[in-house]
RNA sequence: GCGAAAGUGGCGGAACGGCAGACGCGCGGGCCUUAGGAGCCCGUGGGGCAACCCGUGGGGGUUCGAAUCCCCCCUUUCGCACCA
């Protein structure tokens, strides 16, 4: 019976520790006692005042959903606290500090969906993932949290969008926004998802017109940009920004009309001006009602009412089958001088460039299918070698190697990039065009007709417009409506509550109305690492001279999914406080690292998914530092990895092995002791060269390969013997990987004090090499044999053991070598 | 379509242009045991009795030497996607 209860957890199970170990490591007992220890001594409390070598390791801090941490999470904190623990035995200050992000939509509609008020549900949820993150280990400082949720932080954003606000970045605009029928409120673009709502995968996206407060992110764009090269970033959050920002050189050309307008487009390649056979404007360009001719009036009205009706994104992203009007007006090209048809098409965007294009189908494919369904003309002035003027065209050229232009007088046969230039300062002298720089990014909306999140902080006055709550009124304080479902009214659930609303204009004080939308999430995490370090300060955002000492960011650690959003609006947020006078950097984060994801089969973790997988059984069953370690043994943390629990016993094992070394030679070898190893030889050049490679690794985030080299050395300690010297060292570096069981181990070798207390070791070069290597020689190319020889042998010597060996000398038939490669301790190579 | 990254044993993964498969899981054999489910030892890419041969998605190339560098192709993941 007790047999084949035992079968049914074996792929979780591990003995009990008795029987697998006289010694007994009982994780539990362990990570227990010791967490008790670190906060009765305050072993993770760092002095920010008092701090002489400070290093800001930050990492993302969570939005706590109602199922608790998962490894997902567990594995993004785990790394980087392995970095802050690292760095403080290298001496530094390091202030480790994590809070959460709890206002937004994911709370909200969980809060509807099981019928608790967020207030209430919330805490609770930070309750579960604050013990989590506990059990877990972390070095934090957990004095310095912060809680979005909290009026003491949110006052704080809300300044923030004050400072935004008078300084002009913050600016209201009547815009066509997404709309989620099922969240019922407007959506950020990163928010849609193929036409479709990120929370909810079947409900498709609207278009909506409303007013909303929008941050003029877009003036940063170029900064943005070209900041990055600078940033010690990976590589591949760096380039998701670069794409996301997309900047486009090109040129304004101005498209007169016979009515006297000026159609002003936006095009990349002025060079195919020759080549423009019509002009489209987006559907909301406002020229569309001077120019539209009465009997076109009626068509194109029906098609602009059919643009607005299609929600944004499926008119983005929807079925590319090119459609539009004629509007029956012309314009002139301005290089041909040729009259040319205006249509609409919503093929072209009112919110990138001008609204307005010159369609040159010869050389985009965008204008050639349009060209080709509307029978526009099609004309080539760009030709490769072997193509001349006449050479058809089944399909548009965009790019044509070596091209120069064709049937365009005055540059034909000039190289199609010089003719860019030549042809955008032409026009420029006179004064129909010049060069421009076009951004992808827009602006950032940050309204939110929701009721989860901070009210934004103005009052609207018929007679003085928008207004700001002035500073000693904050924070504006989020009031419990106990009803504060969305409606599909298109305003916020605070408009409902009018005793909240009605307040007098701060100018006049005649009668007014708050704002009743309320900030985006992401406001709340733009600006929050600036706040950690004055978490406990109730009279400013964030001190000066505490800002001063801690801030940039050392190191931020965090998820790529972050890349362009989060990110991004904390780089402009930093850039903006920084024109202010606020601060005095314009990067917050000057080194990132983008850690991997771990999925589950493949597929990313996600509720709706089912493959959730949460870390507690594993604590219980393993302990955290076991399951820390098993995480960061899963492949390169910057990486990510497939989630599964075969293998775990390997990491248990391998502390098992420590732990017996640890009580073996506590009982051999005289406490005080440390000194001299009593093997001088071997078992210590190992440790050093363990040393060399754990630092290397830690530092660069390979914590696999250090876990490895960690391995290696206790499976050459086990067969030797055991010394403080020799174990003292391992204990520290483990002590980041398994900060509970380094503890212990560290006590038990005799220690009073934390092992966080201890220096990381150093190594000696010298001793960190091997002295005796083996040399392998090939005979072309191949390798044949191995000798074993010092370190340093010279070339004429290693040839003449390589030659003297029966496997090399039956290759080489005893004829001296037309060629010898040789690499110094690591091969010998004869030619033959 | 564009951009980025990646394809290595049964599995996760190692490998400054220089011994492919470190480390771990799993598996096989042995020891110890009443027992093995713990621990310890040995083995473990494929083929061949062997000498050896073949092996890092596929095909070319550079090189004395390529998993690694270059070109083409295939596949996977991620991001963007009518951005003129």
């Not at 492949?635 to 599964?644: C, L």
């Not at 212990?744 to 966080?756: A, D, F, K, Q």
């Amino acid at each position: 019976m007790y047999a084949f209860v035992r079968r049914l957890r074996a792929p979780l199970s591990y003995p009990p520790m008795s029987d697998a170990h006289p010694t007994g490591y009982d994780p539990q007992a362990v990570e227990r006692k010791w967490q008790a220890r670190w906060e009765e001594r305050g072993t993770h409390r760092v002095d920010l005042a008092g701090a002489r070598r400070p290093y800001f390791n930050l990492m993302m801090f969570p939005y706590p959903s109602a199922e608790g941490l998962h490894v997902g999470n567990l594995y993004a904190f785990t790394g980087a606290d392995i970095f802050g623990r690292f760095q403080r035995l290298r001496g530094h200050d390091v202030f480790e500090p994590l809070g959460f992000d709890a206002f937004g939509i994911h709370s909200e509609n969980h809060a509807l969906k099981v019928g608790l008020h967020p207030a209430e549900l919330i805490p609770r949820n930070i309750a579960t993932f604050r013990r989590q993150l506990r059990r877990a280990g972390l070095m934090v400082d957990w004095r310095y949290e912060v809680q979005t949720t909290d009026p003491a932080y949110y006052k704080w954003t809300q300044w923030v969008f004050l400072q935004l606000f008078k300084a002009g970045l913050a600016v209201r605009k009547r815009a066509a926004v997404n709309w989620c029928p099922a969240c019922k409120t407007v959506l950020a673009n990163e928010q849609v998802i193929n036409g479709f709502c990120e929370r909810h995968p079947d409900t498709k996206v609207e278009q909506r017109t409303l007013d909303q407060w929008f941050f003029t992110i877009t003036k940063y764009a170029a900064p943005l940009l070209d900041h990055l090269a600078q940033l010690d970033w990976s590589h591949s959050t760096r380039t998701l920004q670069a794409n996301w920002i997309g900047r486009s050189e090109g040129a304004e050309l101005v498209f007169g009309t016979p009515g006297g307008q000026r159609i002003t487009v936006f095009t990349t390649r002025p060079d195919t001006l020759f080549g423009a056979t019509y002009v489209v404007l987006a559907p909301e360009h406002p020229l569309v009602d001077e120019l539209v001719t009465a009997e076109c009036r009626a068509d194109v009205n029906a098609y602009r009412r059919r643009a607005a009706a299609t929600d944004l994104v499926t008119r983005r992203v929807g079925e590319k089958e090119k459609t539009g009007v004629f509007t029956g007006a012309y314009a002139r090209n301005p290089a041909t001088g040729a009259s040319i048809p205006i249509w609409i098409a919503d093929y072209v965007l009112m919110e990138y460039g001008t609204g307005a294009i010159m369609a040159v189908p010869g050389h985009d494919e965008r204008d050639f299918d349009f060209a080709t369904k509307f029978r526009l003309p099609i004309v080539r002035v760009i030709a490769g070698p072997g193509q001349d003027a006449a050479t058809p065209l089944p399909q548009a050229e965009p790019d044509v190697p070596d091209g120069r232009l064709v049937n365009s007088p005055g540059y034909d046969g000039r190289p199609w990039l010089e003719a860019k230039r030549a042809i955008t300062r032409w026009l420029e002298e006179k004064g129909l065009g010049k060069g421009v720089v076009n951004y992808r990014l827009h602006d950032w909306c940050i309204s939110r007709q929701r009721y989860w999140g901070p009210p934004i902080p103005i009052i609207h006055c018929d007679a003085c417009g928008p207004v700001a709550v002035p500073e000693q009124d904050l924070p504006v304080v989020l009031p419990k409506l106990d009803d504060y479902r969305p409606d599909d009214s298109g305003v916020s659930p605070l408009a409902r509550n009018e005793a909240w609303y009605r307040v007098p204009c701060p100018k006049c004080g005649k009668p007014a109305r708050r704002e009743t939308d309320v900030s985006d999430t992401f406001l709340d995490s733009a600006w929050y690492f600036l706040r950690y370090p004055s978490a406990d300060r109730a009279d400013v955002a964030f001190d000066p001279a505490l800002t001063a000492k801690w801030l940039p960011v050392t190191t931020y650690i965090g998820g790529n999914e972050h890349a362009v959003l989060h990110l991004m609006y904390a780089r402009f947020i930093t850039m903006a406080l920084k024109d202010l006078g606020l601060i005095a950097f314009d990067e917050p984060f000057p080194r990132f690292r983008a850690h991997g994801m771990i999925v589950k089969d493949g597929a990313k973790m996600s509720k709706s998914r089912g493959n959730v997988v949460v870390p507690d059984a594993y604590f219980d069953q393993w302990g955290a530092d076991t399951f820390r370690m098993y995480l960061m043994f899963l492949g390169p943390y910057q990486e990510g990895g497939d989630f599964r629990d075969a293998g775990i016993v390997g990491i248990r094992r391998f502390l098992d092995k420590v732990w017996a070394l640890v009580q073996k030679t506590d009982a051999k070898t005289p406490r005080g002791q440390g000194g001299q190893a009593e093997d001088g030889g071997e078992l210590l050049r190992h440790l050093h060269r363990t040393i060399q490679r754990v630092t290397a690794d830690t530092e660069a985030l390979a914590y696999n390969t250090a876990i490895a080299a960690m391995m290696e050395y206790v499976n050459a300690l086990q067969k030797g013997e055991p010394s403080r010297a020799l174990l003292e060292p391992l204990t520290v570096l483990l002590a980041p990987y398994a900060p509970h069981f380094a503890e212990e181990c560290w006590e038990r070798l005799g220690h009073s004090t934390s092992v966080m207390e201890a220096a990381w070791p150093a190594f000696d070069p010298a001793l960190a090499v091997v002295e005796q290597v083996e040399l392998v020689v090939q005979v072309n190319g191949k390798v044949r044999a191995r000798v074993a020889m010092p370190r340093g042998t010279a070339e004429a010597d290693a040839v003449a053991a390589a030659r003297a060996e029966p496997a090399v000398a039956k290759f080489t038939e005893g004829k001296p070598p037309r060629k010898v490669i040789f690499v110094p301790d690591r091969l010998v190579n004869l030619v033959v």
